[in-house]
């Protein structure tokens, strides 16, 4: 069996269409989008009719949607920017929040830019909005800042309430959507929400290129300067064939969704079953194995202690199969999962982040499972 892929909440394989409709901006249609000629022209209405199809899709207008070089991009001109814009001095979030959101609002907060404040999370990260609401109340002119779905745990707010919330205090609401989008719907019209954005890679497009969506009732300073592009809001020769490929993703993403969200959680589903069946003591990591209130592409695992723990995600590289211990942005460091930590998650269980896409089979889950199954039937700890 080839190697087993299982981390495509870090980025995703190239959908084959979507190649195929990059490959003509990467060879014949190579005009800079910002001049007034023929070969500019082209390339320039390649790049609208995506921006048109990404609004489409959301329920929204083309003139709110800016490309970016990705999520964090998206997420720092979100953030930046809309404090910057409108002189806000209090922001709020949570402790799990991916970290392009998180090290921004923290950076800003030490600069003494703004004063930051956390939600309060329960025992298995879920937000507390009682709480959120009773923040708002005492500042309520703030930034909130919320992910849709986690990346590590697979958690989810839901959207529409606590945007009616903010909209109650007047407050901007920035929504970190990365990893649901493509994987869920997301009616913009039906949202009372200022920011949300998308990265490209993790639904089957290209690395390198996103988006953001600002609502037309807001107007906020440009994060990077330079030339008029992206009407002035992000200076920067435009990702051609990255936008374009992008936007063909999200269109599949969109046109396939229902079929490979079934899939995807039967996947899931049967290596939640297995894993208690085959391994005693193994629990789950935040909502993750509930699997119709969760992300359905994640699962976040923790194993009993063992000695082969340290080893772990070593020892199921070299079975030939590709997992995560956590956020992609913090593999390399010796810095456990910040998300994990706010869930006090006992430090001797091994945890590993599982996270599907549709490319993935019910053998390959079966495989993950017999590896496993050796792996703890030798070496669980008393």
Do not use: W
């Given at each position: 069996m080839p190697r087993i892929y299982l981390d495509n909440a870090a980025t995703t394989r190239l959908?084959?269409?979507?190649?195929?409709?990059?490959?003509?901006?990467?060879?014949?249609?190579?005009?800079?989008?910002?001049?007034?000629?023929?070969?500019?022209?082209?390339?320039?209405s390649a790049i609208e009719r995506a921006r048109k199809n990404i609004a489409n899709l959301l329920n929204a207008s083309p003139s709110e949607i800016f490309f970016t070089s990705g999520g964090t991009e998206a997420d720092n001109t979100a953030i930046i920017c809309s404090i910057d814009t409108y002189q806000l001095k209090h922001a709020i979030t949570s402790p799990t929040e991916h970290h392009a959101v998180l090290h921004t609002l923290e950076h800003l907060a030490k600069q003494g830019v703004i004063e930051l404040s956390y939600v309060k999370l329960d025992e298995?990260?879920?937000?507390?909005?009682?709480?959120?609401?009773?923040?708002?109340?005492?500042?309520?002119?703030?930034?909130?800042?919320?992910?849709?779905?986690?990346?590590?745990?697979?958690?989810?707010?839901?959207?529409?309430?606590?945007?009616?919330?903010?909209?109650?205090?007047?407050?901007?609401?920035?929504?970190?959507?990365?990893?649901?989008?493509g994987h869920y719907t997301h009616n913009l019209q039906e949202l009372s929400i200022d920011f949300i954005v998308g990265a490209a890679h993790k639904f089957h497009g290209p690395k390198g290129v996103g988006f953001l969506y600002?609502?037309?009732?807001?107007?906020?300073?440009?994060?990077?300067?330079?030339?008029?592009?992206?009407?002035?809001?992000?200076?920067?020769?435009?990702?051609?064939?990255?936008?374009?490929?992008?936007?063909?993703?999200?269109?599949?993403?969109?046109?396939?969704?229902?079929?490979?969200?079934?899939?995807?959680?039967?996947?899931?589903?049967?290596?939640?079953?297995?894993?208690?069946?085959?391994?005693?003591?193994?629990?789950?990591?935040?909502?993750?194995?509930?699997?119709?209130?969760?992300?359905y592409t994640v699962l976040s695992v923790s194993f009993p202690p063992s000695e082969d723990n340290d080893m772990l995600l070593f020892n199921l590289d070299i079975a030939q199969i590709s997992c995560s211990g956590g956020s992609?942005?913090?593999?390399?460091?010796?810095?456990?999962?910040?998300?994990?930590?706010?869930?006090?998650?006992?430090?001797?269980r091994g945890n590993v982040r599982f996270s599907f896409g549709k490319y993935n089979t019910e053998e390959e889950v079966d495989k993950v499972i017999d590896v496993l199954t050796e792996i703890y039937a030798k070496n669980v700890l008393a």
């Open positions: 959908d084959d269409e979507v190649l195929q409709t990059m490959l003509p901006l990467m060879t014949e249609n190579f005009g800079n989008p910002s001049s007034i000629h023929a070969h500019g022209r082209q390339v320039r298995k990260g879920r937000v507390d909005v009682a709480h959120l609401e009773e923040l708002l109340s005492t500042k309520p002119r703030t930034l909130v800042s919320l992910m849709h779905g986690n990346n590590e745990i697979g958690n989810l707010i839901d959207l529409k309430q606590v945007s009616e919330i903010c909209k109650k205090y007047n407050a901007i609401f920035h929504s970190d959507t990365v990893q649901t989008m600002i609502n037309a009732n807001n107007k906020i300073h440009p994060f990077i300067h330079g030339g008029s592009q992206e009407r002035n809001m992000r200076g920067g020769t435009e990702n051609v064939y990255g936008i374009v490929g992008m936007a063909k993703a999200l269109e599949i993403a969109y046109r396939d969704m229902e079929a490979h969200k079934n899939h995807i959680t039967r996947l899931k589903s049967r290596m939640i079953e297995k894993l208690k069946a085959n391994i005693p003591g193994v629990t789950f990591n935040g909502d993750s194995a509930d699997v119709e209130n969760s992300l992609a942005c913090s593999s390399g460091t010796d810095v456990g999962s910040h998300v994990l930590g706010a869930l006090n998650v006992h430090p001797g």
